[in-house]
């Protein structure tokens, strides 16, 4: 199994671009979501969702959108990048529910915003 | 004042010490606590759970003092593999999890 991929994994966009990150997981996992890591500032929930069709914020999801058309892909948009969305994003999934232990992590994509 | 507050080190220790990492959470409702690792440049990657009556797996053991809103996790016989950064996890119930900040360890030769 691939488990939870991501690409790309690095990007560079210019203020103002929009660009879309991609996140697949082939073990039908109903939860997914997208994290931000930033230097001390630990793992920020962005958005999440608790199956096809369903999406829900988190702690800081301002400046991105989501959605879930099908179990595997839960796609992140930029809709117009700033510096301050320079971070390295973490996309997740996990089974039966959200709980830490079935937490599966992507490896992965970092971005840099000039 | 952060949800989850983790000491970020470094901690530089040698091969073979004992170390101890703290962690304290300020929602006295937290349900679930974890412990993570995070290599460099990689993802986090679940290390062990934290039970309340304290666990143990191989040479790590995890603690949780609700009282205190606490959670240690103590490294035994420290090896050069198990230099990383180790975050704390807290799951609030509903679908949020809050990560802490991590602690770097580094262990020497």
């Known amino acids: 199994n691939a488990g939870v991929t991501q690409t790309p994994k690095f990007q560079v966009l210019k203020t103002g671009q929009s660009m879309t990150l991609q996140c697949a997981q082939d073990m039908n996992h109903e939860y997914m979501s997208w994290y931000r890591q930033d230097p001390g500032m630990g793992l920020r929930l962005i958005h999440y969702s608790v199956g096809a069709g369903i999406t829900d914020q988190g702690e800081v999801p301002n400046g991105y959108n989501v959605s879930r058309s099908t179990t595997e892909d839960f796609p992140l948009r930029l809709l117009s990048a700033a510096p301050s969305q320079t971070s390295v994003y973490f996309c997740?999934?996990?089974?039966?529910?959200?709980?830490?232990?079935?937490?599966?992590f992507g490896p992965g994509t970092r971005l840099l915003v000039l | 004042r952060k949800e989850v507050e983790q000491d970020p080190g470094p901690f530089n220790v040698p091969e073979g010490a004992t170390v101890a990492f703290n962690c304290t959470y300020s929602?006295?409702?937290?349900?679930?606590f974890f412990w993570y690792r995070q290599d460099c440049r990689k993802e986090p990657k679940l290390l062990m759970s934290?039970?309340?009556s304290g666990n143990e797996d191989g040479r790590f053991t995890a603690q949780l003092n609700r009282a205190s809103q606490y959670i240690s996790l103590l490294i035994r016989d420290s090896k050069l593999s198990d230099s990383a950064t180790y975050l704390c996890v807290v799951n609030n119930a509903g679908n949020m999890l809050t990560f802490g900040g991590g602690t770097r360890l580094m262990v020497k030769p």
């Open positions: 934290v039970y309340s």
């Open positions: 997740a999934s996990s089974g039966p529910t959200l709980a830490a232990e079935t937490q599966y």
């Open positions: 929602n006295s409702a937290s349900q679930s």
